[in-house]
């Protein structure tokens, strides 16, 4: 089986697929390696490494795609805009795997199914313990959580510890991060190590002692439920109602911080609108919050994707692919999750399509989305376009 690693089209994107260092795992178990030249430059990994590696380089994207029966990327299909000038140069049969978005783009699934791909999207990776090693959505959230905690310390006009100086005392930055999933806890972690008093707040109560054994207060609303989680692992969207009284009881939380870092998501859908124009008013002039779910809404109303702007004296930032700024590491990491993933999608040499953690992430294969899920989200859109006469795709 041959494996393509194309460049990356996103606009921006600084991560690669597969990493030199895996080649050589990779090879044993029966695969060839094909890399685009330059694929590796903005990550820190040149050529001449793949070439080390053993991986066939060449200037050309079609021949990439035209020998490889197995193409790997990062941002692909409904997570890159440019995808269309790949989708003409898939095949039928080819084995397509990588960040699909397949549930917030949908209508992009169809597609890959028309050309014959059977398409892996890892967003669907389920939460089990035999997934953890393939979970690129922890690895790079590993990434945005630390990186989101910087970005608020350089902008923040105060230093994070408590320094005791010839001319006085400067008082510990406060954070607070909402959210205790693998960004917020690595947003936690690091915002402690940098010295910072720091409070965490998650609707599953069961993150509690995560929240505490990393040295910050866990802030209890009285509103943690058990139900916040689905089977699955990933989180569960609630009402209306109940977003209005988190948003009140948040407030008081919000404005004793200096620092604020949001990272509430819910796959397929808009990201839980948790802080408003009102509650970032009440928040103290000079004041950072870091909305890690820009991409998909935002948690703050204020939130402008990609932006970073000021408010009420509060500057509120809204990153996109936060962990293509780290792209060595978070290249290093996604490419260990793929291997890990390969190796299991072709036990003993061939197709794995038995096992729970491959059927969770297929989502195209024989010319149908088989996807359950997806297949829900598009009959969605279908019904909504319907009825509106509308394009019920937009974001």
Not at 159 to 184: E, N, S, Y
Not at 280 to 303: F, H, K, Q, Y
Not at 349 to 373: F, K, M, P, Q
């Amino acid at each position: 089986m041959v494996i393509g690693v194309p460049k990356e089209t996103y606009p921006g994107e600084r991560r690669v697929a597969m990493i030199p260092a895996l080649l050589p795992s990779l090879h044993k178990a029966g695969f060839e390696v094909w890399v685009e030249a330059g694929a590796g430059e903005s990550a820190g990994f040149p050529d001449s490494e793949y070439q080390d590696g053993g991986a066939h380089l060449t200037p050309s994207r079609d021949e990439i795609f035209a020998q490889a029966d197995i193409i790997l990327q990062v941002r692909t299909a409904g997570s890159n805009p440019r995808f269309e000038e790949d989708l003409p140069r898939l095949r039928s049969g080819q084995i397509l795997v990588g960040l699909m978005e397949p549930l917030w783009k949908a209508e992009v699934m169809p597609q890959l199914a028309q050309r014959g791909v059977t398409a892996f999207a890892l967003e669907l990776m389920p939460r089990i313990s035999r997934a953890q090693s393939m979970d690129v959505l922890s690895s790079m959230a590993t990434i945005v959580g630390y990186k989101a905690v910087l970005l608020a310390a350089v902008h923040l006009p105060r230093m994070f510890p408590l320094l005791m100086t010839a001319a006085g005392t400067i008082q510990p930055t406060r954070v607070f991060v909402i959210g205790a999933g693998v960004a917020g806890l690595q947003a936690i972690a690091t915002a402690r190590r940098l010295g910072a008093i720091v409070e965490g707040y998650d609707i599953r109560p069961a993150v509690k002692q995560e929240v505490e054994s990393l040295g910050a207060k866990f802030v209890s609303l009285g509103l943690e439920s058990e139900e916040a989680q689905e089977a699955t692992g990933y989180a569960r969207a609630f009402d209306e109602a109940f977003y209005r009284r988190q948003q009140q009881l948040l407030t008081s939380v919000i404005a004793r911080n200096d620092v604020v870092i949001t990272t509430a998501m819910v796959p397929g859908q808009r990201a839980p609108l948790l802080i408003t124009r009102e509650m970032v008013r009440t928040m103290r002039p000079g004041s950072i919050l870091v909305d890690l779910a820009a991409e998909w809404g935002g948690n703050c109303e204020l939130t402008r994707p990609g932006e970073t702007i000021t408010e009420y004296g509060v500057t509120i930032m809204g990153p996109v692919n936060l962990a293509s700024t780290v792209p060595f590491h978070a290249s290093q990491l996604y490419s260990r999750n793929l291997a890990n993933f390969l190796h299991l999608l072709f036990k003993e040499g061939r197709l794995n399509l038995e096992d729970e953690i491959t059927r969770s992430t297929l989502v195209t294969y024989e010319g149908e989305v088989v996807h359950a899920r997806v297949k829900d989200k598009l009959q969605s859109l279908a019904s909504k376009e319907g009825a509106t006469g509308g394009d019920a795709n937009a974001r």
